[in-house]
C-alpha cells in the first residue's frame, strides 16, 4: 500500500503518541535524501517538519492530541542539511478504520504529498512556509516564488509596507536557497551614519579613524557563503551608493582604512519600505544601484489586502504570545471578527502588538472584544448601529449552545466562507446566514 501511494506522490509519516517517528516512507528520502527516512526514525516529528506545527503548542501537535485530523496545511519538510520542501499535509489520530499499516505502537499519521503537484491548496489549511505563516493567494505565490528561485542566487530587492514581514520572507530565501547552510547576516543600513555604515559592511582596518584599535571584519566578509540582508536600503547616502553597487557589480570592496581590494562571496537581498520609484524621480537613489539590487523584485502586500492571513496569523501568534506566559488562550469568534475587519495599517507586527495586549490584559482562557486594544476596537465601535430607539435591545447573543458550537467551528474551518462551511454542516447556505444572524456571529 504504501508502495502504491509513494507511486502517485503519497507518503506516510507514522508517529508513536510521544510524537517520535516510528516509520517514514520512501517519498520521505526522495524529498529530502536518500537515507533522511532511515535517520529520522525515534527522533520528534518536530525535527522535520519544525516547531511552528508541531512544537509543544503547536497546533497541529495539539490537534492530534485533542484526538482532531487536520487537513490541507501545508509545511516546508526540512532535516539537516536537506530540503526544504513544500508539502501538503493531512494528520490523523491512527484509528480502526486504517487497519494493518502500521503496528501497535502508533498513534498518529501524517500523509504527506509534494505540493509543487498542486496548483492550489486542495483546502483551506494555511501553509508554514520556513517561519512564514499564510493563506492567502498573494503570499502563496509569494512561496512559490521562492521554491522556484531555490536552485538561484539572484540579488532580490523586497518592497513593502512597515511590518508586512519583508524580514520574514529573506530568511526564508535564505532558507530555500543553496547557501542554506550558510550564515544569515542583516545589516540595518537605515539606522547608521555613511562612516559607520562603510566600516559596519566593509570591516576597517586597526587605526583607520579614531576609536578602530584593531582589525574588523565587515558584515559582507561575514555572509561570504551565506546571505547578506540589507534592510532599510531606501535612504543610503549618495557616496555608499557607489560603493554599493561596485561591490554588486564586480563583487570587490575594500575594509576601510586599507587600500587591498577583497573580494565578496555574499549573496545579497535587500528591503525597503521605501517608495524607491519616488526616491529614483527626486534624485536621491542613484538608478543603476536600483536595477543591480531589483533582479528579482518581490511586493509584500500589506495585511489589509490579505485577510486571508489574519486567522491564521492571529492564531499563530497567540500561540506565541502565550505559551511565552505559560497559558492557553484562545480567541472569541467575536474577537476573531474584530481582527478581521480591522485595517491594521501597522501590518503583521501591529497584529502581533495587539494580540500580546490582549494576553496580557485578559483574564479568562477566552480574549474577548474588550481584551483588544482601543484602536482595534474602535472602528468596529463606530460601526455597529446605534441602539434602536423604543423596543428593547435583543439578547447581545442567544445562549449558544452545541448548534452555536458547531456553526462557529465549520465557519472558523473555512475562514468564514459562509458558502463552504454551509456546504460542510449541510445546510443550505440561507438557513447558515439565518443562524449566523440569530447567534450574532
Ligand atoms: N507571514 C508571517 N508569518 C509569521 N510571522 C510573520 C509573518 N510576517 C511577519 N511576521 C512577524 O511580524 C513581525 C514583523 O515582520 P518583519 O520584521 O519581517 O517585517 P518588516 O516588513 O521587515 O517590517 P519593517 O519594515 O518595519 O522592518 C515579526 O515579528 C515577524 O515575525
Ligand atoms: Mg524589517
Known amino acids: 500500500m504504501t508502495k502504491a501511494l509513494a507511486s502517485i506522490g503519497r507518503g506516510f509519516v507514522c508517529l508513536d503518541a510521544r510524537f517520535r517517528i516510528v516509520h517514514a516512507s520512501e517519498l520521505v528520502d526522495r524529498l529530502l535524501q536518500p537515507g533522511a527516512a532511515e535517520e529520522l526514525r525515534g527522533r520528534d516529528i518536530e525535527d522535520m517538519l ?3 506545527l508541531f512544537g509543544q503548542d503547536g497546533p497541529l501537535r495539539q490537534a492530534l492530541i485533542k484526538g482532531e485530523r487536520r487537513e490541507g496545511w501545508r509545511a516546508t519538510l526540512q532535516f539537516r542539511g536537506a530540503g526544504p520542501s513544500l508539502v501538503s499535509l493531512t494528520v490523523a489520530p491512527l484509528q480502526a478504520e486504517s487497519p494493518g499499516v502500521c503496528d501497535s505502537r502508533i498513534a498518529y ?27 492567502s493567494p498573494a503570499m502563496l505565490q509569494i512561496f512559490r516564488l521562492i521554491e522556484n ?14 511590518g508586512t514581514g519583508k524580514e520574514v520572507v529573506a530568511r526564508a530565501i535564505h532558507q530555500h536557497s543553496p547557501r542554506h547552510e550558510g550564515p544569515f547576516i ?37 555572509a561570504s557563503k551565506g546571505t547578506l540582508f540589507l534592510d532599510e536600503i531606501g535612504d543610503l547616502p549618495p557616496p555608499f551608493q557607489v560603493k554599493l553597487l561596485r561591490v554588486l557589480q564586480e563583487r570587490t570592496y575594500e575594509r576601510v582604512g586599507e587600500s587591498e581590494s577583497r573580494m565578496s562571496d555574499a549573496r545579497i537581498i535587500a528591503a525597503t519600505n521605501v517608495d524607491l520609484r519616488r526616491a ?34 492571529a492564531n499563530h501568534l497567540l500561540t506565541r504570545a502565550s505559551s511565552q506566559h505559560g497559558l492557553v488562550k484562545r480567541l472569541s469568534p467575536q474577537a476573531m471578527r474584530v481582527l478581521l475587519d480591522y485595517s ?12 500580546e495586549y490582549a494576553v496580557a490584559v485578559s483574564r479568562k482562557e477566552t480574549i474577548l472584544p474588550e481584551d483588544l486594544p482601543a484602536e482595534v476596537l474602535k472602528p468596529h465601535a463606530e460601526a455597529a448601529p ?56
Open 50 to 52: 519544525g516547531a511552528d
Open 344 to 355: 491594521w495599517p501597522g501590518n503583521i507586527r501591529e497584529l502581533a502588538n495587539a494580540i
Open 280 to 313: 529614483l524621480a527626486e534624485g536621491r537613489l542613484r538608478e543603476d544601484l536600483y536595477y543591480r539590487l531589483r533582479v528579482v523584485p518581490i511586493d509584500v502586500p500589506p495585511l489589509r489586502r490579505r485577510r486571508e492571513d489574519v486567522q491564521p496569523l
Open 386 to 441: 446605534a441602539d434602536p430607539p423604543g423596543p428593547p435591545e435583543p439578547p447581545r447573543r442567544k445562549a449558544g449552545g452545541p448548534e452555536m458550537e458547531r456553526i462557529l467551528a465549520a465557519l472558523q474551518a473555512h475562514r468564514w466562507n459562509r458558502e463552504e462551511a454551509a456546504h460542510a454542516l449541510g445546510l443550505h447556505r440561507s438557513t447558515l446566514w439565518r443562524k449566523m444572524r440569530e447567534f450574532r456571529l
Open 109 to 135: 499519521i501524517v500523509v504527506l504529498r509534494p505540493a509543487a503537484e498542486e496548483e492550489v491548496p486542495d483546502s483551506g489549511g494555511p501553509t508554514f512556509f520556513s517561519g512564514a505563516i499564510a493563506a
Open 149 to 162: 528561485l531555490r536552485q538561484s542566487e539572484a540579488t532580490v530587492l523586497i518592497t513593502g509596507e512597515s
Open 186 to 222: 542583516a545589516v540595518n543600513c537605515g539606522a547608521l551614519p555613511g562612516e559607520l555604515l562603510e566600516s559596519e559592511l566593509f570591516g576597517h582596518a586597526r587605526g583607520a579613524f579614531t576609536g578602530a584599535h584593531r582589525d574588523r571584519v565587515g558584515r559582507f566578509e561575514l
